[in-house]
């Protein structure tokens, strides 16, 4: 055989390998999920019958519905104020002949690496003593700017022909006018990034929220989802309800990823490479 | 004299002008960038500060007035063999993260720039880990990995070994953990090395394999070379993601058995959220900051084009 042939055939053979990997958790977790209650030890590659009323009972269980609104109005709010900060800010570091840019931007990379595991202490204490804990403005407010947000935008900001906005300063467009007439309709694709990267990073995240509520009806999805391992563990945990509810949980992320592809992958490989 | 005062004024005006519409411009881009910077300075750098003091007390949430202890704090740290068992660990994390997963994730890039039928499809499969939330994938893991009725025991059983206890025993445990952390990122390494694979000339790989270079030549003197700064980025990355881990110990052992499972984030997280030690978890928190701002430096250093691509 001509080692091209050998080349492709290998290359087939570990990417299929790779693939399965990937997806045979997820695999594992539809399986339990729809496997019934006095089965839940077997060896089954897929249930004789499977279950479907499973879905129904961890629907009825937990207020998913509830949880599921918490995490799309706190994270949809910290999206809708990043994308309003973070354009102002990279366009006045893009466009504007700053004084001290240099040293603004460079303050920008620091914020970037503080992750909230490192601050949570102080953070909580001011919260605390404005009597926000435990509220929609404890989840959303410490992330209103980004350090993050403002990288990105700067990026796409950069790749935008100069002489446009420097004409529409010459012709007496105010600075405010010249962001969302021109750059922000010229950046949809940077916007569109920064919303869908953000809105699953703290769709995901189980950290602040956890430190930041404390009752059930605060809980946001991975709280939720927290608690049947710590809470509810032992001989008793209902693999396949835990399951169903995960798959609720997981959903909402697959269907935005399955939309917006090309952003994530796009996204991911700007900060890595054009950085 | 006063023809040339004129004249002056005359040059002078114009300019002034200039002077005055410079002057509004700083003070728009002043305001434009306060909103964010205001946000970060409470959210960020202020809390950065604060953990500083506060690493420099003895205090709990519970006591009115805390006690100045200098470096105690710290002190107590680094004689405590949880703190550096939680650093070990981490380190062993780290390790494992790039001795597993980044030689997979470049791998599995190779495989990807090429032109292959189902590329989109192995992609989006190769990457989805990713998006899945930590907790989720942990709760999945939790199975995949329980002692009863869990796949990888299950399997085990089919080939005639005993089951093992994965999470409940402190080597296992964390190797569970490396297991899904690897899951989870893989991909996203391979979607950063792919975009350092197609950043490379092709007019290089053409020229070396005109020199007739094969495959391996190829990759080893152009490929590799020119991948560098995405690798450099990768490994420093993958430290900082290392020392935040938290989510996955947090659903998988809850920091055990014993402390074995216990990452750095985790361990300020118990300190301050669980046992109320404000000042040794602020200790630990401005180790934590001190690390991640050196790995940060370093990538700056690397990819210096962050800062100075425009001037």
Redo the contacts between chains.
């Keep these: 055989m001509k080692p091209h042939v050998v080349?492709?055939a290998t290359?087939?053979a570990?990417?299929?390998l790779?693939?399965a990997?990937?997806?045979a958790?997820?695999y594992?977790?539809i399986r339990?999920s729809l496997m019934p209650t006095n089965d839940?030890?077997?060896?089954a590659l897929w249930p004789a019958h499977p279950a479907w009323g499973n879905f129904a009972a961890a629907w009825r269980a937990q207020p998913f519905l509830l949880y599921l609104w918490n995490s799309v109005f706190t994270n949809g709010a910290i999206v809708a104020l990043q994308v309003?900060?973070?354009s102002?800010?990279a366009?006045?570091?893009?466009f504007?002949?700053?004084?001290g840019k240099?040293w603004?931007?460079?303050?920008?990379?620091?914020?970037?690496?503080?992750?909230m595991?490192?601050?949570?202490?102080?953070?909580y204490?001011?919260l605390s003593a404005v009597h926000l804990i435990n509220t929609y403005g404890a989840l959303i407010?410490?992330?209103?700017?980004?350090?993050f947000?403002?990288f990105l935008m700067r990026q796409g900001f950069?790749t935008l022909p100069r002489d446009i906005v420097d004409a529409a300063r010459v012709d007496g467009a105010s600075?405010w006018w010249i962001l969302t007439r021109i750059v922000l309709p010229n950046s949809k694709p940077t916007v569109v990034t920064l919303v869908l990267l953000n809105f699953?990073y703290h769709?995901?995240?189980?950290?602040w929220p956890?430190?930041a509520t404390n009752t059930t009806n605060m809980r946001v999805?991975?709280v939720a989802?927290?608690y049947?391992?710590?809470q509810d563990a032992g001989q008793t945990l209902q693999?396949n309800y835990?399951?169903a509810f995960?798959i609720f949980?997981?959903a909402p992320?697959?269907i935005?990823?399955?939309i917006g592809?090309r952003y994530?992958?796009q996204g991911?490989?700007?900060t890595?490479?054009k950085? | 004299m006063a023809k040339t005062a004129e004249a002056v004024i005359a040059k002078v005006q114009p300019d002034r002008r200039v002077e005055r519409r410079r002057t509004s411009l700083q003070l728009t881009g002043v305001a434009m960038m306060a909103p964010a910077l205001l946000f970060l300075l409470a959210f960020v750098f202020a809390p950065m500060g604060y953990a500083l003091y506060l690493s420099l007390y003895q205090s709990t949430l519970y006591t009115p007035q805390p006690v100045f202890a200098g470096f105690a704090n710290y002190a107590r740290l680094f004689s405590s063999p949880d703190f550096w068992q939680a650093a070990s660990n981490t380190v062993w994390l780290a390790a494992g993260m790039m001795a597993l997963s980044l030689p997979a994730a470049l791998i599995l890039a190779v495989l990807l720039n090429q032109r292959i039928r189902g590329r989109a499809v192995f992609r989006t499969a190769i990457f989805g880990p990713y998006v899945i939330p930590l907790v989720s994938s942990g709760l999945i893991f939790s199975l995949l990995f329980a002692t009863d009725g869990g796949p990888v025991n299950l399997a085990l059983q089919r080939l005639g070994l005993p089951p093992v206890n994965w999470l409940g025993q402190g080597r296992t445990a964390l190797l569970s953990v490396l297991i899904l952390t690897a899951w989870q990122f893989t991909g996203y390494y391979a979607i950063i090395f792919l975009a350092g694979l197609q950043s490379v000339p092709t007019s290089l790989v053409e020229a070396c394999q005109v020199d007739g270079g094969g495959r391996c030549q190829v990759f080893r003197h152009v490929t590799l070379r020119a991948l560098g700064p995405s690798l450099f980025f990768a490994v420093v990355i993958c430290l900082i993601q290392t020392f935040q881990t938290f989510d996955q110990v947090y659903v998988m052992t809850g920091g055990g058995p014993d402390g074995a499972t216990t990452t750095f984030a985790y361990y300020i997280f118990e300190k301050g959220f669980q046992a109320f030690n404000i000042g040794e978890s602020s200790a630990a928190s401005v180790l934590l900051i001190l690390v991640l701002a050196c790995l940060s430096y370093l990538q700056m250093r690397v990819s210096r084009r962050w800062v100075v691509e425009e001037s």
């Design positions: 080349w492709k290359s087939y570990l990417l299929t790779a693939a990997a990937c997806f958790p997820v594992w977790m339990t839940l030890l077997s060896s309003v900060t973070s102002l800010a366009y006045a570091l893009v504007i002949p700053l004084r240099r603004l931007f460079f303050a920008v990379l620091v914020g970037m690496m503080v992750p595991q490192a601050t949570f202490v102080p953070v204490t001011m407010l410490p992330y209103a700017g980004s350090a947000g403002i950069l600075e699953v769709y995901n995240s189980l950290f956890l430190v999805v991975p989802l927290s049947f391992l710590t693999w835990a399951m995960d949980a997981i992320v697959v935005l990823f399955l592809q994530f992958v991911v490989a700007q890595a490479v950085g």
